[in-house]
């Protein structure tokens, strides 16, 4: 182990002043594609560390590498960006509240909408019916009570605007006084006078 010590330190080194061109000169010429040889210097450098690494251990005698003193990184205002901002806990309820009641209001607009729709399928089947007796309305009367309670329930409960839902309603009536009219069940005031 000494004599690998004594040929380390004696390994033979010249020393040449390092200037920032010539490192900048290589790196280019690298980046242009061009082949550069190593200097003796360097290699010689390299061997003596990769030596000196497998005779002497980290840690062992005086090739114990030199611990750098940390510096405390200098106190600067932190700018901190978030990508979404941390809610607080009336708005995580808010937002839990907001999820309920949508699923819930879209449950009950999908029925308004599918009552509906069958009550005017139905008016539809009717009016296309040449021999429609005055009877076949009623089935029809049950439809569209059955919608103007799910109208009304969603206007109480604040799904539906009061305005929308008298807006549908009035639909649906519409289109049944219209049938009526087309069959002759129902002749307006306007027209008999």
Request: charged share 30%; aromatic share 6%.
């Amino acid at each position: 182990m000494a004599a690998a010590a004594a040929s380390c330190l004696t390994l033979p080194c010249k020393s040449k002043p390092f200037s920032p061109s010539s490192s900048l000169s290589n790196t280019s010429s690298r980046r242009a594609g061009f082949a550069l040889r190593r200097s003796p210097e360097a290699t010689s450098l390299a061997f003596a560390s990769s030596l000196s690494l497998t005779a002497f251990p980290t840690g062992v005698g005086f090739l114990r590498p030199v611990e750098k003193p940390r510096v405390p990184p200098l106190r600067r205002p932190a700018v901190v960006c978030e990508a979404a901002p941390k809610k607080y806990d009336s708005a995580s309820k808010r937002a839990r509240q907001a999820e309920r009641r949508r699923i819930y209001n879209k449950a009950r607009k999908s029925e308004i909408k599918t009552r509906m729709k069958k009550v005017l399928e139905a008016l539809d089947v009717l009016r296309k019916k040449s021999d429609a007796q005055a009877e076949e309305i009623l089935p029809i009367e049950k439809l569209i009570a059955d919608a103007y309670s799910a109208i009304d329930k969603a206007i109480q409960v604040g799904t539906l605007h009061g305005n929308t839902g008298a807006r549908r309603k009035s639909r649906l009536a519409r289109r049944k006084k219209a049938v009526e009219i087309h069959h002759g069940w129902y002749i307006p005031a306007a027209a008999a006078a």
